[in-house]
Structure formats: structure tokens, C-alpha cells
């Protein structure tokens, strides 16, 4: 912290309430199932726009101008996505009650690409987004929190933390689309409002109602490291694994989830039996489909089948993404509410009082991707950004993946110290993977 404390100074921080108050109808939001079992944390995002960009609307100068802009239209945005401007009354419910986001405008005393490509990878989140915030509590908190980092060169970044209490990497999407949409053209008119589900879809099914505390996560040590994957060389990624495997089309999620579950899995000290749990937005598998715009924890989880270091030919590549396709064409067959996996998980591991994956008898590695969401494409007004980045997470053996701006892929790994000193040398991995900032 002595280091990010040094390189940054705030400018101000203020408390942005909706432009319009939230009916009384609305004043209780309730959770669906994953809502309640998540820890009352933030999503953390941010994105960079360099100086060339922010220039061409707001050059130098008329900074103050840019903030005013994000402040009008965060108002705006929490006009529409009321329950990230109320509190948690407790862990099943939100008051929406316009209490506000918390918003910061800050000056960091570095250029951008020295924090991008800081060795210590904890720098670009200390300085690009509010103290505490990512990955943070949200119990004492506002639900949404955004801040407005300067850099010495005249770039910026835009960073937001929602409670993921509210809602998924979906959800936060239509957000940051919506915000960036109003901040464009704060007379523009929101396409597709968002629908709330509550706990409509995914409701508790204890018999004593909703749970009364989240299935906790305990923070583990663990470093975090991110690789670019180019479009050229997912291209070539994808032709190997075809031709390896007989899978038509592997998608890029799949060969780079492969790629990277099987190195990390190659790197433990201790080898044992091991599985790849993957999240999944559930909204068009729901019957008949939610819209796109749907807001909640819709999620579920599918799993690779486990497998055991002492059979390593059934733990190749073409293996592993061949079980991954066949997995996640099995939530096809399935009765996606009934049956879904991540809720059955979350109701073991709240009777037991084991956190979530822990029963498995193996060690479990874990992804999300964001893939499917084009935050890389995000325009306030001055361009995309030339890197949109989800912050570092505390949980090891957990992966996040994100698209950048040329249809490439970074993934953000986290492993133990031992461990990740083992996969960031893989020359598997390196062969089509480089080290963010190396290129």
C-alpha cells in the first residue's frame, strides 16, 4: 500500500444519488439464491483511454468538464439500476433507498503504461480503483463505486465496483453499456431497460426461508499474473487443438481455459486429482428465455470430469477441451433450474458449513469469463478503450478471462507463489501466451 499511496492523490470523492427517486413499490429488492451465497464483495473493473483519445473531447483543461459528464450520467444510470444506489438490509435483501455510489476523482502520479506494466501486478489496482473497494466488503459500503483516475500522462481510466451481491458479470455489463451510453448522450434514451428477476428464477428453497449468511471464502495467499493471448495466436491455438482433437470450431474460451487449466494443474507442488469448474450465464437456457438485459446472479457452474496426475495420457489438451465441450453441451439436456449445479453446490456447502467445491476430494479450478461481453468496446465519448481489465481476485487455483481490443484474450491467473513460479515458465503456455506487458 506504501507504494500506491505514493503514487496517488484525491482529487475529491462525492456521493452520486440517482438523477430520479426509486419508487416505494421498488423499495425492496430481493436476492435469488446465488445473490444470498455470494460474500458481500465487489466486481471490480476499469478501463484505459489514453491522453490521444481523451483529447479529442476534452483536451487539456477541461478535465473537470470529463468528471461532470461521468457524474450526470452515473446519476442517470442509477436511475435505472436503483438497487446498486441502496444498502444491504441483510444478506437475502437490498433497501433501495438512494442512498447513493460512492465516486472518486483522482490523480495518480505515474503514466499509464508504467502502471500497466508495474512488476508488482497488485499496482494497477491500488492505484485505478477506490481503496479497499475491489474484491472488498460491501456491507458498510455503497453497493456501486466508481472512480476517475488521471494519469500524469494524460490518460485515464474509468473503474467500477458492483456488489456482485446484485449482480454477475452480465449484469455489470449493461451497467458500464448504459453509463457509457448516457455519458455519450445524456440525451439518449436507454435501449433495452434492465429486469430485475430478483429471487424469481432461483429462489431459495430452504424450508426457513432465504440463507442467512453467505457460503464464505476464505482469502488465500495467492499472486496474480496476466497473459495475452493475440488473435494470431489463439488462431493458432484453435487449428491445434482441432486437429489434435476432432473437435469442430473449439471456441477461444475453450482452447484458452484448456491451455491454461492444464499448466496450472502441471505446476502444483503437491499432484493429486483435480477438476475445471466453469461459470455459465443461464439467461437463454431458462425457459422461455430471459432477456439479454436480465439483472441477478443467473448463473450456473458445469465440470470437467476429475481427473488423476498419475493418468497423464487422459490429461492432454485435445483431452481437456474435448471434456470441456462435452460438459457444457450436457446443460442442454438438463432442467437448467432443477438441476442446476452451482445451486445444489451452494445448498451443500451452506448445510455443511464447507465453502463451496470443497467436497469434491480434489482440488478445483475455477473460471469465469467475460468473453461473451463486449467490454472491450466500451465509448464514453472518446473511443474504446485500449485495455479493459476485471482487478485481481484473493481466492488460488482461479482464473478470469476477458476479450481485449484486437479479438485477443487475457487471462488473469491466480496461484500461490510456488505454484505460479512453475506455470508462468511452461513453454506450452508460452508458446502461444505472453506474459502482459512482455509484448
Same mark, same amino acid.
Given at each position: 500500500m506504501g507504494v500506491a499511496s505514493r503514487l496517488l492523490s484525491t482529487i475529491s470523492k462525492k456521493t452520486i444519488k440517482p438523477f430520479s427517486p426509486t419508487p416505494s413499490t421498488q423499495r425492496l429488492h430481493k436476492l435469488c439464491l446465488p445473490g444470498q451465497a455470494f460474500t458481500p464483495n465487489h466486481i471490480p473493473l476499469v478501463f484505459f483511454y489514453p491522453k490521444q483519445q481523451v483529447d479529442t473531447i476534452f483536451p487539456n483543461g477541461h478535465k473537470q468538464q470529463l468528471s461532470k459528464f461521468l457524474e450526470i450520467s452515473l446519476s442517470k444510470t442509477l436511475t435505472c439500476y436503483y438497487p446498486w444506489a441502496g444498502r444491504l438490509k441483510d444478506n437475502a435483501t437490498v433497501e433501495c433507498n438512494d442512498v447513493g455510489a460512492e465516486y472518486f476523482e483522482v490523480q495518480i502520479n505515474s503514466s499509464m503504461d508504467e502502471v500497466l506494466h508495474h512488476s508488482d501486478s497488485r499496482i494497477k489496482d491500488l492505484v485505478t480503483f477506490p481503496q479497499g473497494a475491489p474484491w472488498g466488503s460491501c456491507t458498510d459500503r455503497a453497493l456501486a463505486i466508481a472512480q476517475l483516475s488521471h494519469f500524469e500522462c494524460g490518460g485515464i481510466a474509468i473503474s467500477?465496483?458492483? *456488489?456482485?451481491? &446484485?449482480?454477475?458479470?452480465? !449484469? +455489470? %455489463?449493461?451497467?458500464?453499456?448504459?453509463?457509457?451510453?448516457? /455519458?455519450?448522450?445524456?440525451?439518449?434514451?436507454?435501449? *433495452?431497460?434492465? %429486469?430485475? &428477476? @430478483?429471487? !424469481?428464477?432461483?429462489?431459495?428453497?430452504?424450508?426457513?426461508?432465504?440463507?442467512?449468511?453467505?457460503? !464464505?471464502?476464505?482469502?488465500? @495467499? +495467492?499472486? @496474480? $499474473?496476466?497473459?495475452?493471448?493475440?488473435?494470431?495466436?489463439?488462431?493458432?491455438? $484453435?487449428?491445434?487443438? @482441432?486437429?489434435?482433437?476432432?473437435?469442430?470450431?473449439? /471456441?477461444?474460451?475453450?482452447? &484458452?481455459?484448456?491451455?491454461?487449466?492444464?499448466?496450472?494443474?502441471?505446476?502444483?507442488?503437491i499432484h493429486q486429482s483435480h477438476q475445471l469448474v466453469q461459470y455459465s450465464n443461464i439467461r437463454q437456457s431458462v425457459s422461455p428465455p430471459l432477456p439479454p438485459t436480465s439483472i441477478g446472479n443467473l448463473l450456473t457452474v458445469f465440470s470437467t470430469p476429475i481427473y488423476s496426475s498419475s493418468r497423464e495420457g487422459d490429461f492432454n489438451l485435445s483431452k481437456v477441451v474435448s471434456d470441456i465441450r462435452n460438459s457444457k453441451q450436457k446443460l442442454l439436456s438438463i432442467d437448467i433450474i432443477k438441476e442446476n449445479e452451482w445451486a445444489l453446490e451452494i445448498l451443500n456447502a451452506y448445510k455443511t458449513g464447507k465453502g463451496t467445491f470443497q467436497q469434491r476430494n480434489c482440488d478445483v479450478y475455477v473460471c469465469t469469463s467475460l468473453c461473451q461481453f463486449p467490454f472491450q468496446d466500451l465509448d464514453f465519448g472518446w473511443g474504446k478503450p485500449s485495455r479493459a481489465r476485471l482487478g485481481g481476485h484473493f481466492i488460488s487455483k482461479y482464473f478470469s478471462l476477458i476479450s481485449t481490443h484486437d479479438r485477443g484474450i487475457q487471462a488473469s491467473v491466480h496461484l500461490n507463489e510456488q505454484q505460479m513460479s512453475v506455470f508462468e515458465k511452461d513453454e506450452h503456455l508460452l508458446r502461444f501466451a505472453t506474459p502482459t506487458g512482455q509484448d
Open positions: 467500477i465496483c458492483l *456488489s456482485h451481491k &446484485v449482480g454477475d458479470g452480465c !449484469s +455489470c %455489463y449493461w451497467f458500464l453499456r448504459d453509463w457509457a451510453s448516457l /455519458t455519450r448522450d445524456p440525451n439518449t434514451k436507454i435501449a *433495452s431497460s434492465p %429486469y430485475f &428477476v @430478483e429471487d !424469481s428464477i432461483i429462489p431459495s428453497p430452504l424450508p426457513d426461508g432465504p440463507l442467512v449468511s453467505p457460503v !464464505s471464502k476464505k482469502k488465500q @495467499e +495467492c499472486i @496474480e $499474473k496476466t497473459f495475452d493471448f493475440s488473435a494470431l495466436k489463439l488462431s493458432a491455438l $484453435k487449428a491445434f487443438v @482441432e486437429a489434435e482433437s476432432g473437435v469442430q470450431n473449439p /471456441t477461444r474460451n475453450e482452447v &484458452v481455459n484448456a491451455l491454461v487449466y492444464k499448466c496450472a494443474a502441471n505446476a502444483a507442488s
